[in-house]
């Protein structure tokens, strides 16, 4: 074989190697991505299971004439643990079992509105900074919506903990592609033995 032609054959070859890394690459991306998009939202909709109860339970026991809310308040953090409040006809808060501020929390007003409409609604809310809640919003017979929210701060922690796991994964995958393209490259480059 001549050199020219050895040499675009090894050219060739290299191509060829490329072509499959990068569609090797694009692939594990896609399959890591999927991955933690889905374990990401699987999470975040867990986040919703708790204050979904709470205000079902609420809104039964108004509809039954007897609300269950305590006096005894504490102010809504980061590390806030299910909560509920009861808003009115009028959007104001009736009663709820967290203060924000020394005042029970106001949540938008397009949030009871939709649950009035559609029964209920789920949201993340936001407050303040560093400090976002799941919130479930459902609307009682008399016009009141009861409001049932957590902390994300758990829920965001172990999302993050998804996202790390998920990276070394991708991480060592891109790295066995890398290093098997390595390989096949010098492989594909020793001399061939010589036929006695």
């Known amino acids: 074989m001549q050199p020219r032609t050895r040499r675009l054959c090894g050219d060739n070859a290299l191509v060829s190697r490329t072509i499959v890394w990068v569609l090797g ?8 991505g999927t991955v933690y998009v889905v374990a990401q939202q699987s999470v975040r909709a867990s986040a919703n299971t ?6 079902a339970r609420e809104v039964q026991l108004l509809a039954a004439g007897s609300g269950a809310l305590s006096e005894q308040r504490v102010e809504l953090t ?12 009028d959007n104001a808060p009736v009663s709820g079992a967290v203060v924000r501020n020394g005042a029970l929390p106001v949540v938008p007003a397009g949030v009871l509105t939709t649950a009035r409409l559609h029964g209920q609604d789920k949201v993340t809310w936001q407050p303040a900074a560093g400090l976002r809640f799941a919130v479930v919003a459902r609307a009682g017979s ?3 919506v009861v409001v049932g929210g957590q902390s994300l701060t758990p829920f965001e922690d172990r ?3 998804t996202m790390i796991l998920v990276g070394l994964g ?4 891109i790295a066995c592609l890398t290093g098997a393209w390595i390989l096949t490259k010098v492989l594909g480059t020793r001399p061939a033995a ?3």
């Open 78 to 89: 980061a590390d806030s643990g299910p909560f509920v409040v009861v808003y009115g006809v």
């Open 25 to 32: 690459f694009v692939l594990v991306t896609g399959i890591f």
């Open 142 to 144: 008399d016009g009141r």
């Open 50 to 55: 708790e204050p979904a109860a709470v205000a």
């Open 170 to 173: 991708w991480l060592a995958s």
């Open 159 to 161: 999302d993050t903990q």
């Open 194 to 196: 010589k036929s006695r």
